[in-house]
C-alpha cells in the first residue's frame, strides 16, 4: 500500500474517485519522455509530470521554474499558453495564484500552482488559505514536500498551514500525483473550490525502491499499451 | 483630448483621472471597499459595483491579488499607505515587473500609495514609499500638482507594467489648474518647469511646488526640473540641465539621501563629472520647505 496515500489532510474527503483519463496518461508519458525522467529519478520533476499531465488547456500553471525542472520547463509551458512563471525565480508564486483564482468574472478553467513545503506558513500565504477557502476560488495548491531520511512519510504538515480540503500522495509516484491533481483539478472546475494535493517524497533518488530505479518510461509505456492505449499515440509521446 | 482647463484639487484629479479610464477601459478595475475608501465609492457609482472588487481593510494579499487579476486580463487599481507597501505585497510587484519584464505577460497594476502628511526631516522616515520601491526597480510617479496627477495616473493604468503613484498627503489640499477631458503624460519623462543657466535644481512630487515658487519670487536663475518619474528616471534631461549650469541641487520631499537623489547624483557624476563646478548637493525639504530651500540656494547663488 502507499505509505501515504491514506493520509488525509484538513476534513475527511479523498479527491478521488475518478482518475485521469487516457488522453492526460499519453499526456503525462510525453511529458516523462521530455522531462528525462529516467531510471531513478524521482526528484521534483516527478511532481512537476504528474501535475502538468492532469491539466488542461483551459487551466492556468502559475508555478516558478524552479519547481518545474529545466529539462522539462519548455515543453510543459508551452504546453499551456495561459502559463505564468516559466521565467520565474521566486521562491514561489502561491499568492500570484490566488489572486488570479479569485480574480473576478466567470472562469473555465482551474489554476494550478507548485509550492514548497517550506512557503507554508508566512502570513502571505496563511491570508491567501483564508481567502481562497473562504471565496471558494478555484485553486490547486501542489506542495511539494521532501521528507528526510529517518523521518516517517505519514507525518503529518504544520497545523494549520493546509487549510484546505486534499489528499497526501507518493509525490514520486507519477500516476498517484496524475490522479490526485486531476482530481482536484475537476472538483474546482465544478465549482467545489480550492483542494490541495501534498505530495510527499525522498529527497534522493539514489534511495527509490528497486522498481522505482527500473526505466519507469518503459514500463509506463507498456502499461498503457496493455490497457488499451493506441500504439501509435504512445509511440507519438516517445519521441 | 484636452479641451479646456478647470481648478481642481490633487484627490479630484486623481479620481478624475480614473473615471475617464474606466469609461474608456471595460477592464479597469478597482480593488477596496467603498465604506472606506472614497475613490471605490465614487468608480462603484460611475462604473458600476462590478468594477469595484471589495477587499477586506487589512488584507495583507491586496497587491497580489490585483496581480492575479491583471495577469487575468483586467487592469486593476489598488491603494495602500505607504507603510503598509512593504507588508502587503512589494515582493508581488517586484515579480510582476519580472513576469512582464522577462516572459512578455501583461501585469498593468495602478497602485496609489498615499504618503501621511508627516514631518519627513529624519533618514529612513518608513513612510517614504520611495525607499522600498527605487531600489526595487518598480516603475513609480511622483506628481506634483493636479495636472500631474491627472496626466500621470492615467498613464498608470494604461502601463502594461505595474505602476506606483505616490499620493502625497501634503498636496491632497491644494489645487491648480488641470486640463479637462483626457490628459496623459508619459512615464519616464522628466519636465522642465523653468529655465536658468546658474543651477540645476531637481524636485519631484511635493518638492516641486516651493522650489517653483521660491524661483518665481526671487526671480532666480535657476534651471527646476520635474523628474515626474523617479522609477525609471529620465537621466538624459538632468544631465543636459547640469551641462549647462554646471550646479546641482536634488530637492527631496522626504529624506536626505535619498535612492532618488542618490541615483540622480551618480547618473551626473557618471555622464557630465567634468562639467560640474560643486560638489551635487542633496537638500530634504523637511517640514519647513522655503526655509531650507532658500537658506541652500541663497549661500550657492549668493544672494
Redesign the interface.
Known amino acids: 500500500m502507499n505509505p501515504v496515500a491514506a493520509t488525509h489532510l484538513h476534513g475527511s474527503h479523498r479527491l478521488r474517485p475518478s482518475a485521469a483519463g487516457v488522453e492526460a496518461r499519453l499526456a503525462l508519458l510525453g511529458l516523462m519522455m521530455k522531462a528525462r525522467l529516467r531510471a531513478g529519478v524521482a526528484g521534483g520533476e516527478a511532481v512537476a509530470v504528474g501535475t502538468g499531465a492532469a491539466l488542461e488547456p483551459d487551466d492556468r500553471l502559475?508555478a516558478p521554474r524552479r519547481f518545474v525542472g529545466a529539462h522539462l520547463a519548455a515543453d510543459l509551458y508551452e504546453r499551456y499558453p495561459r502559463r505564468?512563471?516559466?521565467?520565474?525565480s521566486?521562491p514561489d508564486?502561491v499568492?500570484?495564484?490566488?489572486?488570479?483564482?479569485?480574480?473576478?468574472?466567470e472562469r473555465d478553467g482551474a489554476v494550478a500552482t507548485i509550492a514548497s513545503e517550506d512557503a507554508l506558513g508566512t502570513?502571505?500565504w496563511t491570508?491567501?488559505m483564508r481567502?481562497v477557502r473562504e471565496l471558494a476560488a478555484p485553486l490547486v495548491l501542489v506542495v511539494d514536500r521532501v521528507v528526510p531520511h529517518g523521518r516517517p512519510l505519514t507525518q503529518a504538515p504544520p497545523p494549520g498551514s493546509l487549510p484546505l480540503i486534499g489528499e497526501a500522495v507518493d509525490g514520486a509516484h507519477l500516476e498517484d500525483v496524475l490522479d490526485a491533481v486531476a482530481a482536484a483539478c475537476e472538483r474546482t472546475r465544478s465549482g467545489g473550490g480550492p483542494a490541495v494535493v501534498l505530495c510527499v517524497r525522498r529527497g534522493a533518488p539514489s534511495e527509490a525502491p528497486f522498481a522505482a530505479r527500473l526505466d519507469p518510461i518503459e514500463r509506463y509505456a507498456r502499461s498503457l499499451l496493455g490497457a488499451g492505449a493506441p500504439r501509435e499515440r504512445i509511440e507519438a509521446a516517445l519521441r | 483630448m484636452s479641451t479646456g482647463v478647470t481648478r481642481i484639487r490633487f484627490v479630484e484629479a486623481i479620481a478624475e483621472a480614473l473615471r475617464l479610464e474606466f469609461g474608456r477601459d471595460s477592464q479597469a478595475?478597482y480593488l477596496g471597499t467603498p465604506q472606506d475608501d472614497p475613490f471605490a465609492e465614487e468608480l462603484g457609482a460611475v462604473a458600476g459595483s462590478?468594477r469595484v472588487?471589495e477587499v477586506q481593510p487589512g488584507?495583507?494579499?491586496v497587491i497580489?491579488?490585483?496581480?492575479?487579476?491583471a495577469?487575468?486580463g483586467?487592469h486593476p487599481v489598488c491603494r495602500l499607505s505607504a507603510a503598509e507597501l512593504p507588508?502587503r505585497?512589494l515582493?508581488?510587484l517586484v515579480?510582476?515587473q519580472?513576469?512582464q519584464a522577462?516572459?512578455g505577460?501583461r501585469t498593468p497594476v495602478t497602485v496609489l500609495v498615499d504618503r501621511p502628511a508627516a514631518d519627513h526631516g529624519p533618514p529612513g522616515d518608513a513612510d517614504a514609499p520611495e525607499r522600498w520601491l527605487v531600489p526595487a526597480a518598480v516603475p513609480t510617479v511622483s506628481p506634483s500638482s493636479p495636472a500631474e496627477a491627472k496626466g500621470l495616473v492615467a498613464a498608470a493604468v494604461r502601463a502594461p507594467t505595474p505602476v506606483c503613484v505616490i499620493v502625497d498627503e501634503r498636496l491632497a489640499a491644494g489645487n491648480d489648474h488641470v486640463p479637462e477631458g483626457g490628459h496623459l503624460i508619459r512615464i519616464g519623462r522628466a519636465h522642465s518647469l523653468r529655465r536658468g543657466s546658474a543651477l540645476t535644481v531637481v524636485g519631484h512630487g511635493a518638492s516641486v511646488g516651493p522650489a517653483f515658487r521660491l524661483a518665481s519670487e526671487l526671480d532666480l536663475d535657476i534651471d527646476l526640473v520635474d523628474l515626474r518619474s523617479i522609477v525609471p528616471l529620465d537621466h538624459s534631461a538632468v544631465i543636459e540641465s547640469v551641462k549647462r549650469t554646471s550646479r546641482l541641487v536634488v530637492f527631496e520631499p522626504t529624506f536626505v539621501p535619498s535612492p532618488v537623489g542618490d541615483a540622480v547624483v551618480a547618473a551626473v557624476v557618471a555622464a557630465a563629472f567634468e562639467y560640474l563646478d560643486a560638489p551635487p548637493l542633496q537638500i530634504a525639504m523637511g517640514s519647513h520647505s522655503d526655509t531650507v530651500l532658500r537658506e541652500a540656494l541663497g549661500e550657492l547663488l549668493g544672494y
Open positions: 502559475c505564468v512563471g516559466a521565467a520565474s521566486a508564486l499568492t500570484i495564484a490566488a489572486g488570479m483564482a479569485l480574480a473576478p468574472g502570513d502571505a491570508t491567501a481567502l | 478595475i462590478d472588487v488584507e495583507r494579499t497580489a491579488r490585483a496581480v492575479g487579476a495577469l487575468e483586467y507588508g505585497g515582493d508581488q515579480e510582476a519580472g513576469l522577462v516572459e505577460l
